[in-house]
Each structure stands twice: as structure tokens, then as C-alpha cells.
């Protein structure tokens, strides 16, 4: 029972497929190739819309990659406190924004907080020159807590990024498991938030290292290009991801799986619900629970060979992938019962 | 007949059959797997030495870790006009490097010019703080030109760094190529130049964006993992690469593989040598060679569905990899004889 | 009546004598003069210890140097949400730390807080290296809030930063402010927080654009010299800056004037007190107040020729200085006591 | 007889007197006094075209807001290699440019080569994005080398700069020697070379680190502002640097300054001309003389209290200043023929 991570499962086997008849020739390194031609229109016809794309080995270099193009270097970056890229990357962000900074605002429940920065930014501008200027805001969707923006909060964040005039970024490194959750399809989301640009990550959803930045603003689009050579994440051999890529989106096998992960973690929390043991603590839409446990049952799930990692105090996260089978969330409901 | 590069060729089936190995089982995420420790003793048998490593995606990325690792924001990189990191990185050293510079000092023969390279230290320590600081040299082996340091030359480049105590980056996108032509073991080449970092590119000798920063000097171990997260490389499958490269240095495969490449290029030359038309005005030690030609030889190869690079001028590039057969280079031959 | 900033107040007489003196002849340039050699040691007198310095002409800057000397690219600066550095330097910070990031913990009355830098150090440590290495904490005293660390709060910082091996810096834009109503010595100063760079600001003191970098850690000695040169603060006139500086410190100027404006600020504090209509909300120890009013109160204060900045919501600063007057408070007081 | 450097010349006293003025009151801080008002329109007088300003402390730091605010931090600085900020600005540019590159082409007369630079921007564009983005120029004017552009040469940058949509900085330290020297008016070089933005150096002119970033191109203004304050280099007391301009502006002192120093250096060129024990070795166009002469030469000059820097090898430089006198040329003069 491996809950510790989506980043532990396998890659998926239709994906190793793909790669495996990639390999049959060779081909145009640097993208050049076929099927990252092929990506780029499918994409499109994914999310309704003209865009471009660029491929990454990570979530965080994607990330990066689109707050770079975006953002000036005295720009200011807004974002909640939890977000990956506050915590998460290493201070990647702060390499590559070059003197762009990451301001935080969050509500309680772990969302971007509009009213906070509302204030900062008229803060901001009467302060002119002393502080940065807003420039581009990043949410995460699903949240780094698992958690959804509602459609009514997508669209006031939409509308906050106009009244502004920021950029809107998207942390999709759970892309899949949010607009399944949600029911949307990425177009009816693309239509909602019109963000300017998506990190749309593929590698928890059962693909090797292949994260896409999807741009949809388009005037950044040579830009874009320059960013992700000098962040070293030009692939001499794309082709290999793209190939993934195109896959994963057939016959919306994306969506297959990140349903099938967050269906498993729905069963999961109705199993810790049922316990007074344990406490699920957030909303558990997505494929990510936080539990709280004290120590003795934390040793307890851990003797008998459940995994999972320590997240604060006495908080823990369980994740489930398009891996995690019902026979692995029905022998954890057993090791349950047979704690009580 | 595709010379275009090493990159457009296939992924080396071994290889291909250990990421099938691993995607058997879940397992540890961000290089806590045992194929990424088992790796670092493998390399650490492989130069005879205490090593660290770190993986990357792209070579790009593998020496701009290692740059940034080593040189203070305030220092200075000394390195060849022709190098990679001076010409081809999009400017990834410097956005790396925070404030490094990249400084050129060549021979004619493009390689790193020691007198040019010693003046300028004397000025720029004459001059502090008005130049920057001296602090690193990264040399390419085999050269962009296809070219070796001799075992004098490296000696040289090491005394050179003792005496102005620089450290000593070693860029090897075809390292395998190096060593094989110059005849020498990773062991003794790590002897002779004790460099304190080597990119060791496995990509273009037959895996998937497998690079290996591999770390000599230990004081910069810690450094080298932060660096190395922030510069957005630290892959969540680690274990796909890791397992990548402990298949290509088993058996020495990544010596075969490149050795034949290297033997394709010295066959296609003696192929040009024996021509007026064409002119190969590089040394051909590894598997690269750069031909001079007219215009219309140049058409004809390419409507005889030969593939190559134009590198400028006059000149093009013609590269072997590990899947260039021996029936490709008596068909170019046939093609060749075939104009006269 | 000018409470906006001690920076809209004049350069002291003696300071542009000083600048006089200097001018009567030619002098080598890039602080080789005399004057600038004299300075290092006349402070060395003052703090009772070895130290070196390099000269800055605004705060902003002087902080950033020691900054970017101290913090690696891929470290954290621990100090507090309302630090000058975090909201009133445009975004300097981010450019001069270079990927370095700077990580606010407040306490409720704007000092830093402690504990939750404890907590987080031990989760960023845990991290490693998905979380950035703590590397400096930044302290400003006089603080933002016009207010003084007391002995035992200095004493538990220096602990915290030997615990946790992080480099200390303290923002003295206010420091002989603090320090006279401390009633403490730089000696006495130095000796219980043992800091490694100081911001030494005396243009709020009556000095045209001279502050110091005060270097204490001498191990960073060389690295100085090149941050300062690479910040584009190596002034070519510098004599006459060190002039100003040595003028200041003799007879001790330097705390006569900020002693001044503390007694300004004290007296004005007492008016305020004196009435329902105002309310000092800081500490009052040096010279700056911040007074809540109704904008009614306001709107009066500024017919009547009262010069004061607006802070946030109904809260308003007033800053004293060597040129505020005892008439100016007796003026304020009348004008306060007509309003009743 | 100190012919070091125009840095280590006083303070011209019309421009103390100026500061003593300013000194009479109080003003407001960060250049919204009404000195820095006015400025910006008598620098728009004197050169015919609507423009913005900000002030810097050093001609390194104005260089530096000009490339950043203009050069995306994927793009290219094209210069010479003997320029300023490749060379003596301590790597300055690489920190500012954050990810952008400095370019060096020259002429053998130490101009920017634009032959060269045309070849490389079409290599540059063909590589794109393995290249960074041509995105600059920057010329020095007077060069470093005491030299000028030609009117024909002037022309032919700015022809350059428009067909590659490159921006254009104007590095003038030494602006008014070389106007002077060209019998140029400030709207006539204006309106010749229509630059983007002019580093506009008055130290060396007898001012007090009183330089000034002329920004021609407006669609930055507001970056501009950003830049200037995240470079440390907003100074509260902005004053006291505006008011020493407009003084310097003022009856055209600033060129009076300069033509003095121009003819200064032009009657040693010709003291030196005479001899066979020196030779100039450049145009002597401006206020710097370099010459070559052996090092007994050096040694007797030396001792009879002649001041002057080595530049390299056998070659020295010479600088006359606005306080060079006559007598300073006669003395010369006779200590030369002693020499004989």
C-alpha cells in the first residue's frame, strides 16, 4: 500500500508503448520531429483555442519556465503561501524570475486570497518605484491541499487578473485529477479562467518526466521559445515525451486515469471517515488527503507496510495514482478494522 | 544516411529494456530509488575516486549546475570562443552563472588558449575589483571541433588551475568518445586532469536525456544538491534515468557504443580524404567531422537523401552515433564515388 | 513644520565643510585617498574590533551588498514582514540575492520572531533541497516601527544565528537613533550581538547619500570588494564621502544629532499624548512616530503647514531630525492645543 | 602634475556653490524636489526632444539601469570588447542583464565592428533559440580609447540598429569632451544617432557622482523607474545631484569644462609629438592620451612628480581634466625637454 506519492507509481503502460515505437527510427532532435509537430495541434483541439507549446522534464523547470516569459524582472509574482512554487522548488522561482519576487496571499482555506491582494496592489502602486510591480499571478488547480476553486471563484480570479492587468499562470501538476473532479472538460475550463498560460503535468498521471507549458497568449510566444532553451529544458530528444504526450491525451486516457486515482481516494476518505483515529482534514476532491493521526497509529500503519509521508505535526499525506488498485484501498480499509 | 547528429538517433534497445526493469514496481521518488545509490558507487568504481552525482535532463543543464556550484556571482568562466556553453546554451550560463561571466580564450586549433587565458588573469587580479574574479575553466572533451587534448595539453590545463587555483569543469556531451579515442580509462583521464566536475553526457551515445553531473570535488557536495533542485532538474523518476545509465556503463556498452561511432567517423573520412570535392578540416579523433564543400556537391548529398547539418560558410557537419551501420557508410561511399 | 523624513532634512554644516576641505585639491580617486583609509580605522576605534568597509550612497543599496556577499544564490534570508528590505527596496533584494530568497517571521510588534523562524528552519531542513538553505537573518535597529530590540532579544538573536550557523546583518539606517536611546556604545553594541556586516546609515544623520557596509566577519573580506564594485557602488569620489563620514563620527556628531532627534521625537510624542485626537502607536524610543488621526484631524494638520506622510488606513508617520527645532514642537504643540 | 584620471579632479566650485544653495532648506525626498523637476526639462531643451531621467551615483550603475531596462534577459548586448562594461565594470552588466549576454565586436581601432556584428546576429537568428536574441547596442562615445565615431560611422549605427530592431545606449561618460571635440551640439548628435536611452557622465566633468540615465525612448519610462530604484540607486537626496547639473548646464559650462580639458590633452599630444622617446598611439580626439614609452622614460617622469596610470605592456595613459592648467602643460612641456 504505496500512498507516499503519485511520483512512485509506474509509467503507464500504453505510454512505455509509445516510446518503445518512437524508438523504431530515428528522427529531427529538438522538437523538430513529427510528434511534437503532432502535440501541439491536438492540444488545440483539447482546449479549443490557439496556443503553443514547450515540453519539461519537471514540474518545477515548467513552472519557472512560464513565470520567466511573463514576468519582468522587477515583477511581482502573486500566489498563496502554500503554493509549490513558495515552498516546494528550491528557490527555483527566485533564479528564474532574476529580481521578480513571489508575494503571498492566502485565505484560510489554503486559496488565493483576492481581498489581500487587492490591497497590496494598491499598496503597491502608491508606493511606486519602492515596491515591485504586480505582474503575473499563479494559481494551483487542484490546489497543493487537493482542494478545487469553484467556478465562481475561477471566474473572480479571472476577473481580478483584468481589473489589474496581471498575467494568470496555472500549476497544473494535477491538471487531470482537478477538471475531472470539477466535470469540466479543458475547454469549458479554458473558457472560464482564459489563463495565459497552464503547466499541465502528465508525470503523476502516469507519463516519464513529461510536463507541458501550454501558452495561450500568444504574444509571448517567441519569448517563450528564448526562456525555455536558457532554462536548459530544450530536449534534444523531445520526440520521446511528445510521443507520450499524444498518448496519454488518446482516447482521453488522462482523464481515465486521474478519475480512476481520484475515485480511489474517495474511497479512502470515506474509510478514514469512518474511524475516529483518524481525521481527514481537507476536502479530498482530488486524489490528495491530509489526515491527522497520532503517533501510535501512525507506527501502526507503518508496521504493517503502509506508506506515506509525514506532511507537518502530527498531519500526513496519502496520495493515490492511477497505480493504486481497490484491492489496495480494501486491504487498507481490512488493516483499519483491524485496528479498532 | 542521417549525419545529423547524435541526437536523432534511437534510444539504445539495452537501455530501453531497463526502464521496462524498473517500471515493474513502484518505487522511491526523486533519486531516493536504488538504482540512483547504486548508480553513484557504480561511477565512483568507474573513475577510481570518491564522487557525488546529480542527474539532468539536458547537457545544457548538466554544465550550468556545475557553473553555478562552482563560480561565485562575482567570478569568472574560462572557457574556449567555441564552446557550447559560450554558443549553443541560449544563454543558460548566464542566467545561471547570476552575475558569472563567461570569458574566451582560443587557440586556433579551438582549444583552450593558456597564454591568452594567464594574461588575462594577471590583468584581471591587476585591476580588482574593476574585473571580476578568476574562478573556474571548463574545458569540452572531446572538443566541438571533434578534437582531444593531448595528455600534455590536459596536464597543462591542470598545472594552469593549480597555479591560479581555479576549479576545473569538464563539459563531456561525448566524453565516451574522448576517452575511447585517446585510448585512456575514466580512472587514468580522472588521474591525469583531476577536474572538479564533469557533465558526463550519455544522451547523444545512445539513452533518453540521461546527463550525469558527476561531482570530483567534495567540498561542494551540499552546494551541488540545492543548485541542483533550483535549477528545476531534480526529475520525481529519477530511478528511469539512473537505471538508464548503470545498463550503458555495464560491460562498458557506453565504450563500445562509442567507440563505433568513433570508427564510423574515421571510415567516412578516409571516404572524403579520397576525394577533391570534399574537404575534412578537423582532426575526425571522435565522431564528428567538418567538410568543406561547394554549393552543389551539397545539393546532390542532399537530394541523394543524405542528411547533414550546414555549419556555416561553406562548411558542414557530419556526425556517426551508435547507430550508424557499416552498410551506411559503404552506401555514402557508393554515393561519393558515384559524383566523381 | 517637516515631519515627512529625516531625508528631507539638510547635509549638517560640518559635513559640507568637510566636502569643502576635500575639494581644495586633487586626490586619488576610488577610495585610495586618504580619508577613506583613515575611515576604516576610525570606525575600527569606534566598535572596538578589526572590521572593513566599503562606502554605498542609499540603504537600499548598503543592504544589498552585504546580502548578496553573505547569502549563496540558493539561501534564505530570515527577517520580518515589514523589514525595509522586503517592502521598501523595489524588489533590490531579489535582484542582488540572485535566486536567494527572503523569508519574513513577524512578531506582533514587527520584530523578528524567533520561534516561527525556528519551526521553519527545522521544516526547511527537513526539505533539503526542496526548500532553500537558511543562510542570514537581516535585523533592522531601529526597526521599521521606530522601535529597539532590547538587550535580551539581541542576545537571543546572536544565539539563534550561532544555533542554526547563520550570518547576521543588522539594517542600521536609523543606528545612532538606536543606539542613543539604547544608551548603549557601538562597542557595547558590537559586542552583544556580534553581527557580521552592519548597513551604516548616516544620510538620515545629515550626510549627503553616505552609508557603510561595516564588515565585521573579515572572512568575506575579498568577496566585498567585488559585490561592492559588481552593485555599481564604487564611487570615483569617494574621498568625499569618507570625508563627511570621518566628519560625523569626530566628537561624536553622529550622536549628538540623532540624540537630537530622539528628544524631538520624545517631545512630540508627549503633545500627542496629551490629547484624545491622536494616537502614538509605536514605542516612540527613537525618532519616529506613527499616529492614528481621523482624516478631519489630518485635513487641519496640513492647512496649518504641517508636513507628515500617510502610513496606511488612519495611521500616519512623523519623523524628527537634526534640523527639527524646539520651536517646531512648540509650534506643533500650539497648533495642537488650538484644535481643542 | 596629476594626469591620472578627470575622477581625480575637485568639484567644480559653481557646482558646490550649488549644492550650498540647496543646503538652505529643507526639500522634498526621492527627487520629487524641484530641482530634479527641472532638470528633466532643461536636459529636454538642450537635446530637442521630449525625454525622461533618473540620476545615478555611477557611470557603472547608469550603464547598468539603461541595459536592463532595455535588454530581455534572454537577449544580447552588442559592444566592443574594449568597452567600459566588458571590461572595468566588475561584472556589473552580467548581474543587471540577469541571463542577458555581452557581445563584443571591434574594429582594430577598438569601434564596434558591424560587419561582424551583422554575420553574428544572422547566425544568432538562424541558431534561434540555441542563441540568445540580438537585442542591443551599446556604443561608447567618446571610446575608451579617446576616440570618436565619425558622423558617417553614427550614421551607419543607427542604420544598423533599425534594420535589426536592435535598441541603442549611448555609454557617455565622456559625452561632452566628445561633442566638443566633434563640434557637435547635443540635439545635432541627437538628432543624428536618435539613441534609446545616453549615459550622461558629469563627474568626470567636475561634478560630484552626479551622472544621468537620458532615457529618448519613452515606451519605458515606466520600466525605467522600476529599474532605477531596484538598482539601489534612487537617492533621497536627489537634490543636491540635480541642482549640481543644472548648474553644470548652465551657460554651457559642462562643454566649456570639457573644451578645456580636450585642449589641454591636444597641446600634450603635441609636447609629446615632438619627442622620440614617446609616442601617442591614438586619435587624441578628446581628454586621454595613451602613449608608449619605455620604462626608463616612465621611471624619470615618475620622479619628478608626473602622476599617470599604466595601462598595459609598455603603454600609459594621460587624462587632462577641467583643472589641467596651462602652467600643468608648460611644467610638462619643460620637463620634457629636460629630458632630452
Redesign the interface.
Known amino acids: 500500500m ?1 500512498f ?2 503519485d ?5 503507464h503502460p500504453r505510454l ?1 508503448e509509445s ?2 515505437k518512437v ?8 522538437g523538430a520531429d513529427e510528434y511534437s509537430q503532432t502535440l501541439k495541434d491536438t492540444l488545440s483541439d483539447h482546449f479549443g483555442c490557439d496556443l503553443d507549446i514547450v515540453l ?3 514540474g ?2 515548467a513552472n ?1 519556465i512560464a513565470l ?1 516569459t511573463f514576468c ?3 515583477g ?1 509574482v502573486l500566489t498563496t503561501e502554500e503554493s509549490h512554487l513558495n ?6 522561482p ?9 508575494k503571498t496571499f492566502s485565505t484560510s482555506d489554503k486559496k488565493l486570497d483576492l481581498l489581500k491582494a487587492t490591497n497590496w496592489i494598491h ?1 503597491a502602486k502608491r ?7 504586480p505582474a503575473c499571478v499563479s494559481i494551483t488547480y487542484a490546489t497543493e491541499w487537493g482542494d478545487l476553486y469553484s467556478l465562481q471563484e475561477l471566474r473572480e480570479i479571472r476577473s481580478f487578473c483584468d481589473e489589474h492587468k496581471l498575467l494568470l499562470h496555472v500549476d497544473g501538476a494535477r491538471f487531470a485529477n482537478a477538471i475531472c473532479s470539477a466535470q469540466l472538460t479543458p475547454k469549458e475550463f479554458y473558457n472560464i479562467l482564459k489563463p495565459d498560460a497552464l503547466s499541465l503535468g502528465l ?2 498521471n502516469g507519463a ?2 513529461a510536463e507541458v507549458v501550454v501558452l495561450f497568449n500568444l504574444k509571448y510566444k517567441d ?1 517563450l ?13 523531445t520526440r ?1 515525451f511528445s510521443a507520450q504526450i499524444l498518448e496519454i491525451l488518446k482516447d482521453d486516457l488522462w482523464l481515465e486515469l486521474a478519475s480512476h486515482a481520484n475515485e480511489r481516494a474517495s474511497e479512502l476518505k470515506k474509510i478514514f471517515d469512518k474511524t475516529n483515529r483518524f481525521k481527514v482534514i481537507n476536502s479530498g476532491k482530488t486524489n490528495q488527503l491530509f489526515i491527522e493521526m497520532d503517533k501510535k497509529s501512525k507506527d501502526i500503519l507503518e508496521k504493517n507496510n503502509c506508506l506515506f509521508y509525514h506532511w ?1 505535526d502530527n498531519t500526513y499525506r496519502f496520495v493515490t495514482s492511477w ?1 493504486t488498485t481497490k484491492d489496495d484501498i480494501k486491504n487498507f480499509s481490512k488493516l483499519l478494522t483491524s485496528l479498532k
Chains 1, 2, 3, 4 share one sequence.
Open positions: 504505496d507516499r506519492s511520483n512512485t507509481a509506474s509509467i512505455l516510446v518503445l524508438n523504431q527510427k530515428n528522427s529531427s532532435s529538438y519539461a522534464s519537471t518545477t523547470a519557472c520567466r519582468p524582472s522587477f511581482s515552498n516546494d522548488e528550491g528557490q527555483a527566485e533564479l528564474f524570475l532574476s529580481g521578480g519576487k513571489v499598496k508606493m511606486t518605484p519602492h515596491a515591485g510591480k508525470t503523476k516519464l518526466q519569448d521559445r528564448y526562456v525555455h532553451k536558457q532554462a536548459g529544458q530544450l530536449l534534444s530528444k520521446f507537518q497505480m
